[in-house]
């Protein structure tokens, strides 16, 4: 099956610092890449939607400021979170879908635990 | 608006059988995923359908009722591992998935 990578695991940093957090489709290339947020015991929440070589979908009530999402490639995404608050320490999430044509199915990021101090 | 609507926990015994039970309302449809997700971990697929009846995958089996918005995820022979959340996830005409706040399963020796 299709594997989805994400970088790092897990990462703690201080507040007022960046943050920068990798997707990459190992094996297939991703036209769509969904990044969500998961806070603890709550439901996945979508951040954006990106298609390679266009700007971000962001949802509402996501700074697209403070969450910049970058599709480069048909093999990589990357999220920075600017300026992280403890707030913003939770469980990030990638998705990557191939062609609509190909599949309506997203592969799942292991996901990156982020933790602001 | 869209919804989704499932329990929000449920207990079973290892080696019984639990149906976990989803309604739905979204904007267009396009099929409905249902996934594991273990606590700390990203969700995993089990099963996608998108005509009416049962898909049986092992000892996983989904069903869905278009005009019912509803579907259900059965699982047999209930083994500890399976102690998980179970989300339901319509997808809907933009082909987006519709998130809600998943089934945490129980299961019990």
């Known amino acids: 099956g299709a594997v989805v990578s994400q970088h790092p695991s897990w990462v703690i940093c201080k507040s007022g610092t960046s943050v920068k957090i990798e997707c990459r489709s190992l094996d297939f290339q991703a036209t769509t890449m969904f990044w969500y947020r998961q806070f603890p015991k709550q439901s996945l929440m979508l951040m954006a939607t990106?298609?390679?070589?266009?700007?971000?979908?962001?949802e509402q009530g996501v700074e697209k400021d403070k969450f910049l999402i970058n599709h480069a490639s048909l093999t990589l995404s990357t999220l920075t979170v600017t300026s992280a608050h403890p707030e913003d320490s939770s469980f990030y999430i990638c998705?990557?879908?191939?062609?609509?044509?190909?599949?309506?199915?997203?592969?799942f990021g292991p996901g990156t635990r982020l933790t602001v101090t | 608006g869209q919804n989704i609507d499932q329990p929000t926990e449920m207990t079973a015994t290892e080696g019984a059988i639990v149906q976990i039970n989803c309604t739905y309302q979204t904007s267009g449809f396009n099929g409905l995923f249902w996934y594991q997700q273990h606590a700390g971990e990203a969700p995993t697929f089990l099963s996608y359908n998108v005509l009416d009846g049962l898909e049986e995958k092992g000892r996983f089996s989904s069903f869905l009722s278009r005009s019912k918005g509803y579907s259900y995820l059965l699982l047999k022979e209930l083994q500890m591992k399976d102690s998980a959340s179970y989300l339901c996830a319509p997808m809907d005409s933009n082909y987006q998935l519709i998130w809600g706040a998943g089934t945490k399963l129980i299961i019990k020796p």
């Open positions: 998705s990557a879908r191939a062609g609509l044509a190909e599949s309506l199915r997203g592969y």
């Open positions: 990106s298609n390679e070589g266009s700007k971000a979908t962001y």
